[in-house]
């Protein structure tokens, strides 16, 4: 029995004495004790501290309101440990232990605070030594764990044992990350520095770890390996270890490539997934050629995309890394083969920016192949121009710009070539500007000049500025928007839509360059099967001076074979100096189709020129296809009658019909009294539509409610001079007038005259 425990026998045996026997009548005066328990203390040395030299270690344990109780420990199996008995079952102790060596020098220093002493128990103190006045730290460095008790030193099956540790990060700021692990049982909590663990229901040795990690990834593991029995020993086996963690490199735990191969323009889509010990894992892509998006991802995952627009060089590998890095800055790579299909650069590969849906153009570039848009992407000049050149040995074939799915977009580019030999190309190789084939989508913004091989003057039918196509009718009709373009200096067509095509042609300029003797141009062509709107363009100098066919503004033709162009409206352009202005070449049946029907009206149409020898006209309906061909404004020398008869036309509709009917091109209005009225149209037609000039003068009318107020203008005001009748000889067969009233009701407006049926239409006046 040691001192403390006979001096404690001792006061028991006589407080009972003192009971029995008593002093005075009022009793024996209480005396009360704590209650005590024990404490065993260890001590753990990292890895990277050496104890050689330490012939002393002790443990001193104290309280705030006083009293000190101290141990020298013994080494033994290479661990330092002792215990203290009698100790106040309490809270708030202080433990500190000091080694020393050889001379009194002090070699180490340890501590815990705020220790609890079980009552009739022992608890477990584990203390970490560390350095007695360590630098300050260089770089990032291990977290500590200086002290860690338990609440006993053994524990019964199931039972339940305390933890407490004490952890800190020498680098100031750096969030530590607390994990607890045993080889049996359970803990209330895995990442709190206080937890309760409780024991298995079976007796054995068990290992507790307790890890502590910074950002890094580095850190330090605490192993206790004690024992849980059903029967309690006094000194049971206890062992701590400590190991430090050194930070390992992130883990790439799967890829993702696809497709298998690309070819240009085609989408290469590449993701990696990794894992990393510590924190979140950072991801940098790079590539040996081509072009990458940004990339994005989740917290263990990157993905990018990667593209080619039309070539790669053939003098490096094809190839895409991934690196994958933790915060230690330890990394891991994966490289991916990228399997080409398509060409080899024989120059530089224009720069581009591959954005979310977006190929940006970085700089002005030349190419000797097709650029292809990835589908669905838009194609983003940027201002830059990109310039189409002849390959060595070789010819430049097909578009500059072209689609390579079933949707792209182009805006804000510049194309044009350079030097092309004088080779003519036909079908697919055709040379084209800016090409949208089998796609919707748009083009706009955008400059096209100078598309033609040679100096210009070869005559190949091809170098089309735009061209929307879609030759599989079983598809579409595709639509397209094609807006604010300025197309010039082109070879044959400034822009086309063909095929089974749903187009927009607006605010586009397209310049045919003048009168020429080796090609006739076509500004704007509508052809086979394409509906089109074409609105407020300009278009002009699209002449041809040789005598076997024309240029035109604005074309609207089928091949044989071919659907008709259905319902185009052509309006509100202004073309100048065009053979024809707007020619409809379509034979639309006889009687023609009413779906074919062309709306081509407030056209402006201007020829200061007789340019072409045979054949010159502001509007051709060529088969009379019953069109509306209404308020043109029509005016020069080249698109009048008289200037060279059989050649010079202003409305040339061709019909063997004679005129037959009077129809209004307006519809009915309901207008407030004494209010002009907006313009009423009619005209003059042969049985299936197509207009017809027609001579004499033709009466206006108005019977009805409001008919005795009702008076008719030539005037959009209606302030001048009324009027009775109208003429409709005039090359578009129509005439324009106004209407007012002055009293309330309904009206109906007749026309008639020319031997023909009177036509009326019901207005209403409030």
Same mark, same amino acid.
């Given at each position: 029995?040691?001192?403390?425990?006979?001096?404690?026998?001792?006061?028991?045996?006589?407080?009972?004495?003192?009971?029995?026997?008593?002093?005075?009548?009022?009793?024996?005066?209480?005396?009360?004790?704590?209650?005590?328990?024990?404490?065993?203390?260890?001590?753990?040395?990292?890895?990277?501290?050496?104890?050689?030299?330490?012939?002393?270690?002790?443990?001193?344990?104290?309280?705030?309101?006083?009293?000190?109780?101290?141990?020298?420990?013994?080494?033994?199996?290479?661990?330092?440990?002792?215990?203290?008995?009698?100790?106040?079952?309490?809270?708030?102790?202080?433990?500190?232990?000091?080694?020393?060596?050889?001379?009194?020098?002090?070699?180490?220093?340890?501590?815990?605070?705020?220790?609890?002493?079980?009552?009739?128990?022992?608890?477990?103190?584990?203390?970490?030594?560390?350095?007695?006045?360590?630098?300050?730290?260089?770089?990032?460095?291990? @977290?500590? =764990?200086?002290?860690?008790? *338990? /609440?006993?030193?053994? +524990?019964? &099956?199931?039972?339940? #044992?305390? !933890? $407490?540790?004490?952890?800190?990060?020498?680098?100031?700021?750096?969030?530590?990350?607390?994990?607890?692990?045993?080889?049996?049982?359970?803990?209330?909590?895995?990442?709190?520095?206080?937890?309760?663990?409780?024991?298995?229901?079976?007796?054995?040795?068990?290992?507790?770890?307790?890890?502590?990690?910074?950002?890094?990834?580095?850190?330090?593991?605490?192993?206790?390996?004690?024992?849980?029995?059903?029967?309690?020993?006094?000194?049971?086996?206890?062992?701590?270890?400590?190991?430090?963690?050194?930070?390992?490199? @992130?883990? =790439?735990?799967?890829?993702? *490539? /696809?497709?298998?191969? +690309?070819? &240009?323009?085609?989408? #290469?889509? !590449? $993701?990696?997934?990794?894992?990393?010990?510590?924190?979140?894992?950072?991801?940098?892509?790079?590539?040996?050629?081509?072009?990458?998006?940004?990339?994005?991802?989740?917290?263990?995952?990157?993905?990018?995309?990667?593209?080619?627009?039309?070539?790669?060089?053939?003098?490096?590998?094809?190839?895409?890394?991934?690196?994958?890095?933790?915060?230690?800055?330890?990394?891991?790579?994966?490289?991916?083969?990228?399997?080409?299909?398509?060409?080899?650069?024989?120059?530089?590969?224009?720069?581009?920016?591959?954005?979310?849906?977006?190929?940006?153009?970085?700089?002005?570039?030349?190419?000797?192949?097709?650029?292809?848009?990835?589908?669905?992407?838009?194609?983003?000049?940027?201002?830059?121009?990109?310039?189409?050149?002849?390959?060595?040995?070789?010819?430049?074939?097909?578009?500059?710009?072209?689609?390579?799915?079933?949707?792209?977009?182009?805006?804000?580019?510049?194309?044009?070539?350079?030097?092309?030999?004088?080779?003519?190309?036909?079908?697919?190789?055709?040379?084209?500007?800016?090409?949208?084939?089998?796609?919707?989508?748009?083009?706009?913004?955008?400059?096209?000049?100078?598309?033609?091989?040679?100096?210009?003057?070869?005559?190949?039918?091809?170098?089309?500025?735009?061209?929307?196509?879609?030759?599989?009718?079983?598809?579409?009709?595709?639509?397209?928007?094609?807006?604010?373009?300025?197309?010039?200096?082109?070879?044959?067509?400034?822009?086309?839509?063909?095929?089974?095509?749903?187009?927009?042609?607006?605010?586009?300029?397209?310049?045919?360059?003048?009168?020429?003797?080796?090609?006739?141009?076509?500004?704007?062509?509508?052809?086979?099967?394409?509906?089109?709107?074409?609105?407020?363009?300009?278009?002009?100098?699209?002449?041809?001076?040789?005598?076997?066919?024309?240029?035109?503004?604005?074309?609207?033709?089928?091949?044989?074979?071919?659907?008709?162009?259905?319902?185009?409206?052509?309006?509100?352009?202004?073309?100048?100096?065009?053979?024809?202005?707007?020619?409809?070449?379509?034979?639309?049946?006889?009687?023609?189709?009413?779906?074919?029907?062309?709306?081509?009206?407030?056209?402006?149409?201007?020829?200061?020129?007789?340019?072409?020898?045979?054949?010159?006209?502001?509007?051709?309906?060529?088969?009379?296809?019953?069109?509306?061909?209404?308020?043109?404004?029509?005016?020069?020398?080249?698109?009048?009658?008289?200037?060279?008869?059989?050649?010079?036309?202003?409305?040339?509709?061709?019909?063997?019909?004679?005129?037959?009917?009077?129809?209004?091109?307006?519809?009915?209005?309901?207008?407030?009294?004494?209010?002009?009225?907006?313009?009423?149209?009619?005209?003059?037609?042969?049985?299936?539509?197509?207009?017809?000039?027609?001579?004499?003068?033709?009466?206006?009318?108005?019977?009805?409610?409001?008919?005795?107020?009702?008076?008719?203008?030539?005037?959009?005001?209606?302030?001048?001079?009324?009027?009775?009748?109208?003429?409709?000889?005039?090359?578009?067969?129509?005439?324009?007038?106004?209407?007012?009233?002055?009293?309330?009701?309904?009206?109906?407006?007749?026309?008639?005259?020319?031997?023909?049926?009177?036509?009326?239409?019901?207005?209403?006046?409030?």
């Amino acid at each position: 029995m040691s001192r403390a425990d006979a001096k404690h026998l001792a006061l028991l045996v006589m407080s009972l004495a003192l009971g029995v026997v008593g002093c005075s009548e009022e009793g024996p005066l209480p005396v009360t004790y704590a209650p005590l328990g024990a404490a065993r203390f260890f001590i753990v040395v990292p890895p990277s501290f050496s104890t050689v030299g330490v012939e002393r270690v002790e443990v001193t344990t104290s309280l705030p309101e006083g009293g000190t109780r101290s141990v020298l420990l013994s080494d033994a199996e290479g661990q330092w440990n002792g215990r203290i008995n009698g100790l106040r079952a309490v809270s708030g102790h202080e433990v500190t232990a000091e080694g020393w060596g050889a001379l009194g020098f002090q070699r180490f220093v340890a501590g815990a605070t705020n220790v609890t002493i079980p009552r009739s128990n022992t608890a477990l103190v584990l203390l970490t030594a560390r350095e007695p006045s360590p630098s300050p730290p260089t770089g990032n460095v291990s @977290p500590l =764990i200086d002290s860690l008790v *338990a /609440s006993a030193d053994e +524990v019964e &099956p199931r039972g339940m #044992l305390s !933890l $407490r540790a004490e952890v800190r990060d020498p680098n100031t700021g750096d969030v530590l990350t607390v994990s607890w692990a045993a080889t049996s049982g359970s803990f209330a909590d895995t990442h709190s520095a206080s937890t309760v663990w409780t024991a298995p229901n079976a007796e054995g040795p068990q290992t507790l770890s307790l890890t502590v990690t910074d950002p890094s990834g580095v850190g330090v593991v605490l192993e206790l390996t004690l024992s849980v029995k059903e029967r309690r020993t006094r000194n049971p086996a206890v062992r701590a270890v400590l190991r430090e963690l050194s930070p390992t490199a @992130p883990s =790439i735990r799967e890829v993702f *490539a /696809s497709p298998a191969s +690309v070819g &240009p323009g085609e989408l #290469l889509h !590449l $993701r990696v997934t990794a894992t990393v010990a510590h924190g979140v894992p950072s991801f940098s892509w790079s590539t040996t050629a081509g072009f990458m998006s940004p990339p994005e991802g989740a917290a263990d995952s990157s993905e990018t995309l990667w593209v080619s627009p039309s070539c790669l060089p053939a003098d490096v590998p094809h190839t895409v890394t991934v690196t994958v890095s933790n915060s230690a800055g330890l990394s891991t790579s994966h490289t991916f083969p990228v399997v080409w299909t398509g060409p080899v650069c024989t120059r530089p590969l224009c720069a581009f920016s591959l954005e979310k849906g977006r190929l940006a153009a970085a700089a002005d570039c030349t190419t000797d192949s097709t650029l292809f848009i990835p589908d669905t992407f838009a194609f983003d000049g940027q201002g830059h121009t990109v310039t189409a050149v002849d390959p060595s040995g070789g010819t430049f074939t097909g578009a500059v710009i072209r689609n390579r799915g079933s949707t792209a977009y182009v805006r804000g580019v510049t194309v044009t070539t350079s030097g092309l030999k004088d080779a003519c190309e036909a079908g697919a190789k055709r040379l084209r500007g800016i090409l949208l084939e089998g796609a919707s989508g748009e083009v706009v913004d955008s400059w096209v000049s100078g598309l033609s091989r040679g100096s210009g003057t070869s005559g190949c039918q091809e170098g089309f500025g735009i061209e929307i196509r879609n030759d599989d009718m079983s598809r579409g009709p595709f639509r397209v928007e094609v807006l604010r373009n300025h197309v010039s200096k082109y070879e044959k067509i400034g822009i086309l839509a063909t095929g089974a095509v749903d187009v927009t042609i607006d605010g586009n300029s397209v310049e045919g360059g003048g009168a020429v003797s080796d090609i006739a141009r076509n500004g704007i062509q509508i052809s086979d099967g394409a509906k089109a709107r074409v609105l407020g363009n300009k278009v002009s100098g699209n002449a041809y001076t040789g005598s076997d066919t024309v240029g035109t503004g604005v074309l609207v033709k089928s091949s044989t074979g071919k659907p008709l162009v259905l319902g185009p409206v052509i309006e509100s352009n202004i073309l100048i100096d065009n053979d024809i202005g707007i020619y409809l070449e379509q034979d639309a049946g006889d009687p023609p189709d009413k779906a074919a029907r062309a709306w081509v009206s407030n056209n402006v149409l201007q020829s200061d020129v007789v340019s072409n020898p045979i054949y010159q006209a502001a509007i051709s309906d060529y088969y009379g296809t019953g069109s509306v061909i209404t308020s043109n404004l029509i005016t020069g020398v080249g698109y009048n009658p008289k200037t060279a008869p059989d050649v010079t036309f202003s409305v040339d509709v061709y019909t063997p019909l004679p005129v037959s009917q009077l129809s209004f091109l307006t519809s009915s209005y309901d207008i407030t009294t004494d209010v002009c009225s907006k313009k009423v149209t009619v005209q003059s037609q042969d049985s299936v539509g197509n207009l017809k000039p027609s001579t004499g003068s033709f009466a206006l009318t108005a019977t009805g409610s409001a008919a005795p107020g009702v008076t008719f203008h030539a005037d959009p005001a209606c302030t001048d001079a009324a009027i009775s009748s109208v003429d409709l000889s005039n090359p578009q067969a129509e005439a324009t007038f106004y209407f007012k009233s002055s009293q309330r009701g309904t009206v109906t407006v007749q026309v008639a005259g020319g031997g023909l049926s009177p036509v009326s239409q019901d207005q209403i006046i409030r």
